[in-house]
């Protein structure tokens, strides 16, 4: 990894000589789905930022929807797009911010690896780093028309795996049951516990919502090669690097693992910890109220838009509960659009 100390410039500025990925404004840069074509010819204007609800009977097209915009945003020129029921016909993008303001965005949010072979941006979850230079190329094909760009119309190609964040209800479980430390200081985070290692911010910001639904705070426990989330408090301080961890350690295995907690909890805090822990401008989730009782749900309404005001995210999510519609109603000034879908046959009508 480039030692940020040995140069003026940013890292990932100083790979490269080129002045168009340079000086730019991560505050400048925004993306999101601004609309949606469906197969009946009905339009959805989805507000950037903001929440964009989308509600109605089993079998009308929720699920669907969410899976669809998600799979054009990743589609590359030559990859087909999946057989069967097409719900979803189209899309456009909104998009703000050149070529460096894309860069310093991820620079701020990513993280940057030099290695042989591997120099470019990563982010949880991601193994093979995206190079600054083929970052911006995609970046100003997402612009271009299908015969202009090696992307799709309404695609985000190879970036998307940096910017689109998915919360299906199978990842939330599986976010909190811990992970493997790094084997190296110069690894870069490719979970969000490992995040949570690094700054003790995220850690409180955490606890300190586990504490506010649950009643109980959460401990990231860092005393083994496994990194662990555990329900309670430590009462034996935490020692410094150069001291003892016996009496710690030891305190700290009396504290429930997370992952053996309840449905409700592991749902809640596994859908919030990559949200958290790492700022994507588009975030799907399908069914967030899995598990969680009317009180959760409404409280992860709040939690949402707080993070959307805070981080000018786009949340599109589908639903069947009021009380985490009402949740993301009680934050003011988060645009919210309510769409109700109704199928009949094969076309879907949104209204």
Not at 277 to 305: C, K, M, N, W
Request: overall charge negative; glycine content about 10%; charged content about 20%.
């Amino acid at each position: 990894m480039v030692d940020a100390q040995s140069s003026d410039l940013p890292p990932w500025e100083a790979v490269t000589s080129d002045p168009a990925y340079r000086g730019g404004s991560a505050d400048a840069f925004q993306v999101g789905v601004r609309r949606v074509r469906l197969n009946g010819g009905h339009d959805i204007e989805l507000p950037v930022p903001g929440v964009t609800v989308i509600v109605g009977a089993n079998n009308v097209g929720k699920s669907i929807l969410l899976r669809q915009v998600m799979e054009l945003l990743h589609r590359f020129r030559n990859n087909p797009v999946g057989e069967g029921y097409r719900l979803v016909e189209s899309q456009e993008l909104r998009l703000s911010g050149s070529r460096a303001d894309l860069v310093a965005w991820l620079g701020a949010h990513s993280h940057f690896v030099d290695r042989p072979g591997q120099t470019g941006f990563v982010r949880l979850g991601q193994q093979q780093p995206i190079p600054v230079a083929s970052a911006a190329i995609v970046w100003d094909q997402a612009h271009g028309p299908w015969d202009q760009a090696g992307i799709a119309p309404g695609s985000l190609g190879q970036l998307a795996p940096l910017l689109v964040y998915n919360g299906e209800p199978m990842n939330r479980a599986q976010m909190v049951g811990g992970v493997g430390a790094r084997q190296s200081a110069d690894e870069p985070p490719v979970h969000p516990l490992h995040s949570m290692q690094d700054d003790r911010a995220l850690r409180r910001r955490l606890s300190e919502l586990s504490e506010e639904v649950f009643g109980q705070p959460i401990t990231l426990d860092l005393t083994s090669n496994a990194l662990l989330l555990r329900v309670g408090t430590p009462s034996v301080p935490a020692p410094r690097l150069d001291e003892s961890y016996a009496a710690y350690r030891a305190n700290l295995v009396t504290l429930p693992p997370l992952a053996q907690q309840g449905d409700g909890m592991k749902s809640f805090l596994g859908l919030l910890l990559p949200l958290v822990t790492a700022t994507y401008p588009i975030v799907f989730i399908d069914e967030p109220e899995a598990f969680l009782h009317p009180p959760q749900a409404a409280a992860l309404g709040r939690a949402l838009s707080t993070l959307v005001k805070e981080n000018r995210l786009q949340v599109i999510l589908a639903t069947h509960d009021r009380n985490l519609l009402t949740g993301l109603l009680d934050v003011a000034g988060v645009p919210i659009s309510i769409v109700r879908l109704h199928r009949d046959g094969n076309r879907t009508t949104p209204y």
